[in-house]
């Protein structure tokens, strides 16, 4: 098989709102019933056809870093971002909370070659705006948000109208949301190609010195005991 470019992206949001199931049913297109808890990060992979349709078609490796959301791995996090191409924010639509530390995780992956201050990391709205990372904002649990008559599912988030970023929201327990043709699956093949675009199409494109070839297994063990 020939060699395939890859994109590194990595998956962040508050521990339990979903981004395990969210990960496994963009990689495999199906639904997982019981994920476990995700100590320290885990990578699912999967290929995506870039511009496809079209005579620039190319298919390119894509690597989803679902890092754990614990606070008590924090200090250790900035390992997995490194080196970063594109940045998928998740948060739980029931869950306002989760909503409002998204800015703390974009912080977090921008910060990754800084020191982390004693006060944590502050949230600074220039820094987004001067962001270069593609990023996609997901709210998971859209069944239950829409039972609860959340708000969430009828406007444009606060984070990501800040960053610029593309939105969705769905529920990971249903295929459906993520099916071919669907809204949900244009805006990620949409995110995926703008992140390829910028890693390998952009004269200032993110990270291009570390363009390598990838040579791992589908998944990687680095998990366990996550319902994230």
């Known amino acids: 098989m020939a060699a395939?470019?890859?994109?590194?992206?990595?998956?962040?949001?508050?521990?339990?709102?979903?981004?395990?199931?969210?990960?496994?049913?963009?990689?495999?297109?199906?639904?997982?019933?019981?994920?476990?808890w995700t100590i320290g990060c885990?990578?699912?992979?999967?290929?995506?056809?870039?511009?496809?349709?079209?005579?620039?078609?190319?298919?390119?490796?894509?690597?989803?870093?679902?890092?754990?959301?614990s606070t008590s791995h924090e200090n250790s996090r900035a390992i997995f971002y490194n080196p970063v191409h594109g940045?998928?924010?998740?948060?739980?639509?029931?869950?306002?909370k989760s909503h409002h530390n998204l800015r703390k995780w974009l912080q977090e992956v921008l910060n990754r070659d800084s020191p982390k201050e004693n006060?944590?990391?502050?949230?600074?709205?220039?820094?987004?705006?001067?962001?270069?990372?593609?990023?996609?904002?997901?709210?998971?649990?859209?069944?239950?948000?829409?039972?609860l008559r959340e708000?969430?599912?009828?406007?444009?988030?606060?984070m990501a109208e800040e960053c610029g970023a593309e939105e969705l929201n769905l529920s990971c327990h249903n295929v459906k949301h993520l099916s071919p043709g669907s809204t949900n699956a244009v805006k990620i093949s949409r995110f995926f190609d703008k992140v390829i675009e910028r890693r390998y199409y952009s004269r200032d494109g993110v990270g291009q010195s570390h363009v390598t070839t990838p040579t791992m297994d589908r998944r990687r063990p680095m998990k366990n005991f996550h319902n994230d």
């Open 42 to 69: 885990s990578v699912e992979v999967k290929f995506h056809e870039y511009k496809a349709g079209t005579p620039l078609q190319k298919t390119y490796f894509a690597e989803l870093w679902d890092v754990g959301g």
């Open 87 to 96: 940045i998928v924010l998740v948060h739980d639509l029931t869950n306002r």
């Open 151 to 158: 708000n969430f599912l009828t406007k444009a988030s606060s």
């Open 4 to 36: 395939v470019d890859k994109i590194k992206i990595v998956v962040v949001g508050d521990s339990g709102v979903g981004k395990t199931s969210l990960v496994h049913l963009i990689c495999h297109n199906e639904t997982t019933s019981n994920p476990g």
């Open 119 to 147: 006060n944590g990391y502050e949230y600074d709205p220039e820094q987004f705006a001067g962001n270069q990372i593609p990023i996609l904002v997901v709210g998971t649990k859209a069944d239950l948000a829409q039972s």
